[in-house]
């Protein structure tokens, strides 16, 4: 059982985003994504997940051996996908409406691992630091975790949040059953991984283990003055 990514593109107002990628991603796995900014990772994630504005894609992705191409968002998380994104929007929801209150035990383990203050489940979202959005959305994610979870930039306003702490909530949502896929810069999140693929230019570059992509990485990208040209493209 697998997400599978095949010949997929795409193109935003005639400039192409991403490149005819193909990939898998294995069930019970945490899967690790690299790349520089602006390499089209978030733009695979929002195709993955059938934003709106992510529709008109070409290629196939297929969930288990079910083509997902005439889905949309609402239809996609139905059949078990999720994505914590790297910044969540202040909109003006009252955080305690946001939870379902059978879960209220677990709430509050998990705000007190988190370093959330109780005060924070009485206020809006638009009236939180984005820190505290972010933590909230990850709270949501570990109450009812997705088949496949995507999570953009997991340390994103985080910067107080040990690499323990991460590595915690992704045994915990395997134990729950997820496959994850995770996007990170960071190398120590990467290396909680099983397998790891290099993005440039809206393409695949690069895949292996989590040790051989980020070696990879910091050999070529750390250093990289000409992002979106990369110099050697595997398979």
């Known amino acids: 059982m697998a997400l599978v990514l095949e010949n997929v593109n795409l193109y935003v107002e005639g400039k192409r985003i991403l490149n005819g990628i193909s990939h898998r991603f294995d069930e019970g796995k945490i899967h690790i994504i690299l790349g520089n900014n602006g390499v089209g990772k978030t733009s695979l994630a929002k195709v993955i997940m059938g934003f709106e504005e992510y529709r008109g894609y070409e290629g196939n992705i297929r969930l288990d051996g079910v083509s997902l191409d005439s889905l949309g968002l609402a239809e996609r998380v139905e059949k078990g996908l999720s994505m914590v994104p790297q910044h969540i929007p202040p909109v003006p929801v009252v955080v305690r409406d946001i939870f379902d209150f059978e879960s209220a035990g677990d709430i509050g383990q998990f705000m007190k691992k988190l370093g959330l203050r109780k005060k924070a489940m009485n206020m809006r979202l638009d009236e939180l630091m984005p820190g505290d959005r972010k933590r909230l959305d990850m709270i949501l994610t570990m109450l009812k975790p997705r088949k496949y979870v995507i999570i953009d930039e997991p340390d994103q306003d985080l910067d107080t949040m ?22 990170t810069h960071r190398e120590e999140i990467a ?15 690069r895949k292996g283990t989590p040790e051989e992509v980020c070696a990879y990485y910091k050999m070529i990208c750390d250093i990289c003055d000409h992002i979106n040209e990369p110099e050697e493209v595997e398979g």
């Open 162 to 183: 040990s690499a323990d702490f991460f590595r915690e909530m992704f045994d915990f949502l395997r134990a729950k059953g997820c496959t994850l896929i995770v996007i």
């Open 191 to 205: 290396l909680m991984g099983d397998e790891a693929g290099l993005m440039c230019a809206g393409m695949m570059v």
